[in-house]
């Protein structure tokens, strides 16, 4: 478990291993993944679905989203981040008690929350918000603002509330950015067949379809889905792939989705 230097930034725990810890070779990377992805010119979401392993893995797929942010450089002003606890067994909700989150491009401001409590244990060793963090910095640029909150096991009905809760808090020039990555440790062929069902519980917004094994961001993943369904919004895909598809083996393979959370354009 990384050191905490102090009680107000949150250091960089998986830098070096699930991203470059060289600021140089970082955000030369997270360029190259989305110039390939883009641009992209389209309305911005509200809500987005993104994957959380190593760049070199699911990279490719996050770029979907980050290139699409992007296009809106200036426009958001605040990230509210939710995603898993993978180290701490987490009950409920547990906002990140920081005031600034540090990767090896610098340090990102956090908005404190008042709407959900706050606990270090499921933040300090936590990847699957931290990954997203040097893609944020490079899509949207240093003075942004993130809310980071750990979503472990609980009621479906009340993490939505909780999404709908900090998204007004978070106000217009905000998005929302949901953290999954999908199966694990299948070989390719059934890790398609079994994220193709969970893309289209996604797609179909049936949250309840959605299994633990089947996604490790499932508590956030059916909380927003819960709330867009609430709010009459769609998902829709951008991308779905996994490891293999990158640099990972064919017998033992994680799913990686991308998907964008938007109001249907109506039509005239």
């Known amino acids: 478990m990384p050191s905490i230097t102090s009680d107000t930034v949150r250091p960089a725990a998986v830098a070096g291993r699930f991203y470059p810890a060289d600021p140089g070779l970082l955000r030369a990377d997270i360029e190259r993944l989305i110039d390939a992805a883009g641009p992209v010119s389209e309305p911005l979401a509200d809500a987005y679905i993104v994957p959380h392993a190593g760049h070199r ?15 809106h450089r200036g426009r958001v002003k605040r990230v509210v981040l939710v995603g898993p606890s993978h180290h701490y067994p987490l009950r409920g909700h547990a906002a990140a008690p920081y005031a600034r989150w540090a990767t090896p491009l610098g340090e990102v401001q956090v908005a404190a929350t008042g709407v959900v409590g706050s606990s270090r244990l499921p933040h300090e060793a936590e990847h699957s918000l931290e990954v997203q963090l040097p893609f944020l910095q490079v899509a949207l640029g240093t003075d942004i603002e993130i809310t980071p909150v750990a979503f472990g096991m609980g009621q479906t009905p009340d993490a939505a509330r909780l999404i709908s809760a900090l998204r007004e808090e978070a106000g217009e020039d905000s998005v929302i950015i949901c953290s999954t990555d999908l199966s694990h440790f299948h070989d390719q062929a059934t890790a398609e067949r079994i994220d193709a069902s969970t893309a289209e519980a996604i797609r179909s917004l049936r949250p309840r379809e ?14 927003t889905l819960a709330w867009a369904d609430a709010t009459g919004r769609r998902p829709r895909q951008l991308a779905l792939a996994t490891s293999a598809d990158t640099v990972g083996r064919p017998d033992r393979v994680v799913g990686y989705p991308a998907f964008a959370i938007e109001r249907p354009i109506l039509a005239d």
């Open 57 to 71: 893995y699911s990279g490719p797929v996050a770029a979907e989203v980050y290139a699409r942010l992007a296009a």
């Open 210 to 223: 959605i299994a633990p094994h089947h996604a490790c961001g499932v508590f956030a993943l059916r909380a």
